[in-house]
């Protein structure tokens, strides 16, 4: 009696290295396909990009720089200027930075904004190194002087985490505003009524966002904001430091604190800390961007989690596009707004109902 095998293709890498056939076989989609997902990603889907950067991840195809160049391609340099992002934000526009750069075969050169003092000079540099966009974080992405210097040399540019753009610059954000107002609700719904707000730097467009959310969360439960309540910081460690020393100083002292992200919000609790306050018994305290220090610290932050890995990601795509579409980007494909997602870890709790500082007991 004879017997019938049925075969299957394996990738061609059990023999050699897996070709652009094998990624578009696993993906389920034509070699084309595969081609146009890696070279020109704006050109795919997003589930179908996402499906063969699957398929590339899984059977480890590095695609043949010696051929694109053969073919005439020409790598694409795109420019990141840096300033004090604080860690964790760093970290994560970096992250994103070099995945998307890897697999769009594009160079990154990075400037340090703050090495001079100026941040002109940064950019002078970039234009002079002829890159062919440029990435810019916060609060750099709303800097009237670097924005007319790039625009006059005519090379685009995209601003991260800017609530309100300027009309010469693609942008990916989020909704800073509404993301600000839950954080906000959700300490009224524990509880709090003395809720402290540490805001990012005063030109930053997402701290004034934020501030409004948190503003208009307060006065839809009946409370009057108190400036007493409400610090001005950087977006840095050594800022927090300083709101919360203010702010603990006080002698009506919050309940909670709402800081404008997690480096200012780490740095609250560990004045706290050291002032022998319990986070979050004696004081809640929340964070935003939810960058690797919100899990990093004890306790762990709740915050407000944007996802930057994936802006900054979407942030080089949008400039492969505006570079390489005739008359690039469409209006209405110029700004892209991410969701957020409000995460809940151990630093917040209801207000510990007994007296503080010769305070009257905090009423739930």
């Known amino acids: 009696m004879s017997s019938s095998r049925s075969f299957v293709k394996r990738p061609s890498r059990a023999s050699g290295t897996p070709t652009v056939a094998d990624v578009a076989q696993r993906a389920g989609v034509s070699a084309m396909t595969v081609s146009r997902a890696l070279n020109e990603p704006w050109r795919v889907r997003e589930e179908t990009r996402s499906a063969v950067m699957r398929a590339v991840d899984a059977l480890r195809y590095v695609p043949n720089a010696a051929a694109r160049r053969l073919a005439g391609s020409r790598e694409i340099r795109f420019g990141l200027l840096l300033n004090d992002l604080g860690a964790g934000f760093l970290s994560a526009v970096l992250m994103g930075c070099m995945s998307a750069a890897s697999r769009?075969?594009?160079?990154?050169?990075?400037?340090?904004?703050?090495?001079?003092?100026?941040?002109?000079?940064?950019?002078?540099n970039l234009i002079a190194a002829k890159v062919d966009g440029v990435i810019l974080p916060p609060p750099l992405g709303e800097d009237a002087r670097v924005i007319a210097l790039l625009d006059g040399a005519k090379i685009p540019m995209v601003a991260l985490t800017a609530s309100m753009p300027d009309a010469r610059t693609l942008a990916v954000h989020i909704d800073d505003d509404r993301a600000a107002e839950a954080m906000t609700r959700h300490l009224l719904s524990l509880g709090h009524r003395r809720i402290a707000f540490v805001g990012g730097a005063a030109r930053s467009s997402a701290s004034v966002q934020r501030l409004d959310g948190y503003r208009r969360a307060l006065a839809s439960a009946g409370i009057a904001s108190d400036p007493g309540m409400v610090m001005e910081g950087d977006f840095t460690y050594p800022s927090g430091l300083e709101a919360a020393e203010r702010l603990f100083a006080s002698d009506q002292p919050p309940t909670a604190v709402f800081a404008c992200n997690d480096d200012m919000a780490a740095a609250v609790i560990a004045v706290a800390h050291r002032l022998g306050l319990d986070v979050p018994a004696d004081v809640a305290v929340c964070g935003f961007d939810d960058t690797v220090l919100a899990t990093a610290i004890w306790p762990q932050l709740t915050t407000i989690r944007q996802p930057l890995v994936d802006m900054t990601k979407e942030a080089v795509s949008m400039l492969l596009e505006q570079v390489s579409t005739p008359g690039g980007l469409a209006a209405d494909r110029r700004h892209r707004v991410f969701e957020y997602e409000l995460i809940r870890r151990q630093s917040d709790a209801a207000p510990r109902r007994r007296p503080t500082h010769g305070l009257p007991e905090t009423q739930s």
Do not use: K
């Open 104 to 124: 769009n075969h594009v160079q990154i050169l990075m400037e340090d904004a703050d090495a001079s003092g100026d941040p002109l000079i940064g950019t002078a």
